[in-house]
């Protein structure tokens, strides 16, 4: 069975006219560098090759991993102004989808994740073109992009979603990766509409950092399981440095195991964030030596969850959700 990473973000400065920007704010934070060397490229090599380059390296190291075979890239929607249009002094990344949707054909093991503001006018007919440019999900970050999932002008676009067939991955919890973030917008119990209206609904990292209202994140979301068999979660990003025991939390409610989704919010896994070294007390020193070394970051990620008590079944749930066929046969994961 096919082990797919259901949250892989992909980055770009505009270079060989892919429509890609970054905010000149961002672009000075440490935090730009930084994203960058976690891709394997510099700036001068995106100006010298192309924003295609981040697809490439993105494939290139999924190909040498002996346990992912694909993921799910993520496109990033702006922010709009008050005519639909993109906003761009409020828009800190924007990756479009005709880009990254031309370069994931490129490559086999690269599946793509679209990404519509449904603010836009002309939200619907984006919706339709992603689906027919191979979309296997629409991706959301509420709090970057301005978006209230509650919002009851969203139902038209919810129903056209529900009709397509793609699932809706939104962020839930709090966003720390820009400069700029209305939290109270990634509130879980805002994904009541979207659930209500038949929408598959993938709340990303399940909701496990932050409050609203007073209540945990988690608490807020976790009655939604009980009321929508169209709810799931990924469990992407909780191992790492600022999550730690975040994996566990969310593995100790054992009724919605059914539910949770394998993802890793690369490239963050290949920063150090998520190293072995960081969970000693729980793996003891030999375990995680032994992850430690494992230098593929898809690997590392995936046998440092099993370690901590990931059920191996969550591996291979994404592509059932993302009705993707599934061609590989099942492994055995050490």
Known sequence: MTVIDIHCHAAGIGAG??????????????????????????????EREGDSLVLRRISERLTASSQVQQAVVLAMDGVVDGSGQLDRDRTEMYIP??????????????????????????????????????????????SIQ??????????????????????????????????LADNALADPARLRLPLEEGVTVIAAHCATSGQSHG?????????LFAQFPNLYADISALTQLNRLGHLERVLAHRDIHGRLLYGTDMPLPATGLTSPWFHLLRLGPLEARR???????????????????????ILFRAAGVLGIADTIKHRSFP
């Open 97 to 142: 989808n005709e880009f990254l949707a031309r370069e994931c054909r490129r490559y086999p093991n690269l599946l793509f994740g679209a990404s519509v503001n449904p603010q836009r006018p002309d939200a619907l007919e984006r919706l339709d073109a992603a689906a027919a440019a191979g979309a296997v999900l629409v991706k959301w970050l509420p």
């Open 17 to 46: 006219d892919s429509g890609c920007f970054i905010s000149p704010k961002l672009r000075r934070s440490w935090k730009y560098r930084f994203y960058l060397k976690s891709f394997g490229v510099t700036n001068a090599d995106l």
């Open 215 to 223: 209540e945990s994140n988690l608490a807020r979301l976790l009655p």
């Open 291 to 313: 992850l430690a070394v494992i230098g593929n970051p898809w690997d590392q990620d995936v046998a440092l969850k099993l370690a901590l008590g990931m059920p191996e079944e």
């Open 146 to 179: 301005g978006t209230d999932p509650a919002d009851r002008c969203l139902v038209p676009f919810y129903r056209h979603l529900a009709q397509l067939g793609l699932p809706l991955l939104t962020h839930t919890g709090l966003e720390e990766s820009f400069t």
